[in-house]
């Protein structure tokens, strides 16, 4: 339209003036015309060619890769070699030449993400329905390193058994556990937790023949972390985080037993006083009271 005469003055009407009738920003016209005339043209490298135009360089490539004692080599060595053969350019000119000619080396394919093995909600909606279980370590004087196990109730939040130890094996896993089925379901003895899972990770105590075999015979399920997904098992662990906060990272150990009632103070503790958002603000005791009838019948 800019381009097209006036039947009176036989004059082009120019672009200002078609914009204005238009009501149009200039700008916009000439970038809608740069972009048509760089769809049409072939990307090229900016500025001159330097030492040798683009043909040439391929041609000095395709040399390169077929004379290179190893296979698969990347443009970073092809640019590398041609140097050695006194052929200068740059590296981003060589790796575009071969990009636009098919010439780069075959790459490994993307590995497929896998679908997600849980929804992410580990939480449950009433207790004894998951427990959640993990192990750390802290330092004592006269002991030396002390091993801390924990088990929690993955509704309320509440720590239903911990245990301190000189050894990390799976007898000394299995403590809170036993804890936990006494305090809860009043007697140890075989199948008396049954519906019930307990997450813990890959760990050899925790995935071991007697670990996985006492708490069959208990009844419970067990549930492992899931794969590359060390939030599967997040209840645990981020009590690990309170613990250590509040009680391990601040306060020295004589020994381990100093170390085992200081964690069953904690426990008291932490049950009637710890609150959490999640609940209202409200406590883990006071969380598990709400629950009555069938859920409190399989606590006591």
């Not at 809608?32 to 990307?43: G, K, L, N, V, W």
């Not at 906060?245 to 100093?258: A, C, N, Q, Y």
Request: with cysteine.
């Amino acid at each position: 339209m800019s381009r097209t005469a006036s039947p009176s003055v036989a004059q082009p009407y120019g672009v200002e003036r078609v914009c204005r009738v238009w009501r149009m920003c200039r700008s916009a016209i000439y970038a809608r015309r740069a972009r048509a005339s760089a769809e049409h043209s072939p990307r090229t490298r900016r500025g001159p060619d330097g030492p040798c135009p683009d043909a040439v360089l391929v041609t000095h490539i395709r040399r390169v890769i077929a004379h290179a004692p190893f296979q698969g080599e990347g443009y970073r060595k092809v640019w590398a070699r041609l140097r050695h053969g006194s052929v200068r350019t740059s590296k981003e000119r060589v790796r575009r030449l071969m990009r636009e000619h098919h010439l780069q080396s075959p790459a490994r394919p993307a590995a497929a993400v896998p679908e997600k093995a849980h929804d992410g909600t580990i939480t449950t909606a009433r207790p004894n329905l998951m427990w959640g279980t993990d192990m750390t370590t802290t330092p004592t004087v006269r002991d030396g390193q002390a091993a801390v196990f924990i088990a929690i109730d993955h509704c309320t939040a509440e720590l239903v058994g911990v245990h301190a130890s000189k050894r990390q094996d799976r007898f000394e896993a299995l403590e809170p556990i036993r804890q936990a089925v006494r305090e809860r379901f009043g007697i140890f003895e075989a199948g008396r937790a049954a519906g019930l899972q307990l997450r813990h990770d890959h760990g050899s105590n925790y995935m071991s023949d007697h670990f996985q075999k006492e708490i069959s015979f208990l009844g419970i399920e067990s549930s492992p972390a899931f794969v590359r997904e060390p939030e599967g098992n997040g209840c645990a662990e981020r009590f690990i985080r309170t613990l250590k906060e509040h009680l391990l990272w601040i306060r020295p150990f004589d020994t381990i037993e100093e170390l085992r009632i200081a964690l069953l103070e904690f426990q008291r503790l932490y049950n009637s006083q710890w609150i959490l958002q999640r609940h209202g603000y409200r406590t883990p005791a006071q969380v598990f009271a709400t629950f009555s009838g069938s859920t409190l019948a399989c606590a006591a």
